[in-house]
């Protein structure tokens, strides 16, 4: 299990950031996810062996975000 922090812009409510934390909830080897829109924050914490970083970040910016390495 890795936890990595994302930096995210576009996020401007509590929406989005339900928006986000659904999205990748979605995905099963994603177990915990926390989301500060106020910081552009997403940590996500998930099984590395399934899922990437660069996968966590292309479902983010599906939504219309922008996903960075924090
Ligand atoms: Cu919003």
């Given at each position: 299990m890795k936890t990595t922090t994302f930096n995210v812009t576009g996020m401007t409510c509590g929406g989005c950031a339900a928006s986000v934390k659904r999205v990748l909830l979605?995905?099963?080897?994603?177990k915990d996810v926390e989301v500060d829109y106020t910081a552009n924050r997403v940590t996500a914490t998930y099984d590395e062996q399934i899922i990437n970083e660069e996968a966590i970040m292309d479902a983010i910016n599906k939504l219309g975000y922008q996903a960075g390495l924090a």
């Open positions: 979605r995905q099963e080897a994603v």
